[in-house]
């Protein structure tokens, strides 16, 4: 994230007087050993948070990648990953070509939920809050001609104090068809932890 927008979450912090909560990995355990698997919120430049919509918090929206060729993706949407391998949710998505044109637009669905590495709470961040990456295979469906395909969906969030090498946007493979591997950096991504299936948070 932008170093303005760490700032703010830094003052956010010594306001909120927020704790630091254990790391959760991809079997729903956290560092420290407690069991229980993990739910999460993931927001993909939309949705709200308890300090307002992710978008107003100083990253910029939708989330954009790059393919090789010039080709951009936005996209956009929400959802739940229920650790180790449930998700749901979807948004939409926006496919221009290198001059700008637009070519496609229209909605993704999470199917399948591929992995989800979480790098834990971020400094001066709500305790909730989480850095991470997690790969989910979706369905695109274009809103004009019946288009549809699947694709990876990577999101990554990385938020202050969290270990560098996480992308803080998006990129998607599409299946048999354009790799929009180039995040365009930052992008207002993030991981809510909701706590563990018996109720009781990490």
């Not at 044109?101 to 993704?108: A, T």
Request: proline share 5%; with cysteine; aromatic share 4%.
């Amino acid at each position: 994230m932008n170093r303005s927008f760490r700032s703010a979450l830094l003052l956010v912090a010594l306001v909120l007087a927020c704790s630091v909560t254990g790391v959760i990995d991809v079997r729903g355990t956290s560092a420290a050993g407690s069991p229980g698997h993990a739910t999460y919120r993931y927001l993909v430049g939309a949705g709200f948070t308890e300090l307002g919509q992710v978008c107003d918090l100083g990253v910029p929206c939708p989330d954009e990648a790059m393919a090789s060729n010039g080709d951009t993706i936005e996209m956009s949407g929400e959802g739940t990953l229920r650790l180790p391998h449930s998700v749901s949710g979807g948004g939409s998505f926006l496919h221009k070509d290198s001059a700008g044109n637009v070519l496609q637009v229209g909605i993704w669905t999470a199917k399948k939920l591929l992995s989800f590495e979480s790098l834990g709470p971020g400094t001066g961040t709500p305790s909730t809050w989480e850095g991470g990456r997690a790969l989910i295979q979706i369905r695109l469906a274009a809103d004009e001609g019946g288009i549809e395909a699947n694709a990876i969906l990577e999101v990554g969030c990385e938020l202050p104090g969290n270990p560098p090498g996480i992308i803080e946007g998006v990129t998607l493979k599409v299946v048999d068809g354009l790799d929009f591997n180039q995040a365009v950096e930052p992008r207002a991504t993030l991981f809510i932890n909701l706590g563990t299936a018996d109720g009781q948070a990490d």
